[in-house]
């Protein structure tokens, strides 16, 4: 049986409390290199053509304000 077979079966051996908690954590690593990879591409550059589509969507009078 591999890890993740073992951790599976762990899993479906949980507890609803304890199951709601693990699934809270796993969300919460999700969004936490959600950000991570965000923050990245922002410093690399990876997201300048969002602003360069923004300003050039604000120049032509169809950029929409939040």
Known sequence: ?????????????????????????????????WDKQIEEDSKSGKLDFLIADALKEKEKGTLKEL
């Open 1 to 33: 049986m591999s890890n993740v077979e073992a951790i599976k079966s762990a899993i479906e051996a949980l507890p609803e409390s304890d199951y709601i908690k693990l699934r809270q954590w796993f969300n919460e690593k999700d969004w936490e290199k």
